[in-house]
Nanobody, 122 residues
Framework: VQLVESGGGLAQPGGSLRLSCAASGFTFSPYRMAWFRQAPGKEREFVATIAWRGGNTFYDDSVKGRFTISRDNAKNTLYLQMNSLKPEDTALYYC????????????????WGQGTQVTVSS
């Protein structure tokens, strides 16, 4: 199982970034997928999750209305479109998988990659 995140970078407040998560070594489609993030000195926290068919999405209140999670099972790729970025969105972003029907808990997910850094600053 390998998940590789990309697409991070430096953005200004109010700007946008699109993160990608490429999966290899396993069949991507049956798994619920999610994005998490971890800011310096803080615990890893849930951002958004999506069911294997692409529906049943759920977002943390801090990103609701600004971020959109999606997936392309044919390409084995998960996405996170981030709009209206805020400085508090600065963190290392990770994607992960779970066989659970529903979870926002870090401990239920695995396949963690190296993450991609998002920095929001003027």
């Amino acid at each position: 199982v390998q998940l590789v995140e990309s697409g991070g970078g430096l953005a200004q407040p109010g700007g946008s970034l699109r993160l990608s998560c490429a999966a290899s070594g396993f069949t991507f489609s049956p798994y619920r997928m999610a994005w998490f993030r971890q800011a310096p000195g803080k615990e890893r926290e849930f951002v958004a999750t999506i069911a294997w068919r692409g529906g049943n999405t759920f977002y943390d209140d801090s990103v609701k209305g600004r971020f959109t999670i999606s997936r392309d099972n044919a390409k084995n790729t998960l996405y996170l479109q981030m709009n209206s970025l805020k400085p508090e969105d600065t963190a290392l972003y990770y994607c992960a998988q779970t066989m659970a029907y529903w979870s926002t808990s870090v401990s239920d997910y695995d396949g963690w990659g190296q993450g991609t850094q998002v920095t929001v600053s003027s």
